[in-house]
């Protein structure tokens, strides 16, 4: 519950504040008495996504592009990366900001934490293991990545953060965190992200044929938002520097996915066949043996009932 008497305690800047993850965890931080400072450069993050947090005195926000030099003032005890385009289709639109963020972005916020003798969690991805050749992933697991593919972007801008994090935690002491988030969705994804679970549900919502890529027997799993928060929050505050896995185990075929949405939207939609973007991963599920033994996290929401609400969200949000 917000509570806006009680002093604000720890103070933490959240990279990428405005998209559809980082909002979340200003919610989540904000309720919990947090001073947040919430920098994004909205390339593909959205002022509508913390506009009701503008209100909080503990809340604040700076339209900040991170690849260049910034400075906050004051104290800060915790640097949370969450800066980057994170879908195919917006990292495509945006390949070298994308490559930056992950790169100069990420060496920027480490050197704002060490300056400020802060923690710091990146946001990595189930992308840098690529197309698997392991199934389920694990942390153990290298990756099977495509170094001059299209989704190279993202997935090199991501492997390089991961290395500089972990180079800053040998060098110079940093107490670091790498969170790995496999498929998540939820409210405040935004409409033509492009990824399957917004895609398939405004066209469900419009009786318009859901487009499958490729036969839509490849695989993901599927974490609700909420549930990637806990976690996340788990990790800020655990003793453990290592990477670790979060998401949903539930794997499930993408057909099954886009059946799932028609009929929790009660749609009129029929399926249509579109080829598949090179390199799309083939199976995807994680491995999160880790995140359930050092943080005592696993995923509470079901499926189904994480599409229901994030139909209503997309529902009420553009129909309204
Ligand atoms: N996909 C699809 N139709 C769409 C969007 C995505 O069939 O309209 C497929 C995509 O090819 C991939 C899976 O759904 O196999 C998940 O894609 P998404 O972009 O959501 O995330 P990814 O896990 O690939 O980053």
Redesign the pocket.
Known sequence: MINKHRKPRKIVVITGGAGFIGSHLCDFLIARNYKVICLDNLITGNKENIKHLLKFSHFMFRKVDITKHFEIKGKVDFVLHFASPA??ITYLAHPIQTLKVGALGTHNCLGLAKAKKARFLLAST??IYGDPKEHPQKESYWGNVNTIGPRAVYDEAKRFAEAITMAYYNNHNINTKIVRIF?TYGSRMRIDD????P??IIQALRNKP?????T?K?T?SFCFITDLIEGIFKLMNSQMNEPVNLGNPIELS?KDL?NMIIKLANSKSKITY?S??QD??QR?RPDITKAKRCLNWQPRVKLESGLKITISWFKSFYYK
């Open positions: 879908s195919p189930s992308e498929n492009g990824r399957a679970v895609n398939f859901l487009t499958i890529q490729g839509g490849q993901r993408i886009a579109l598949l973007p799309d991963p995807r």
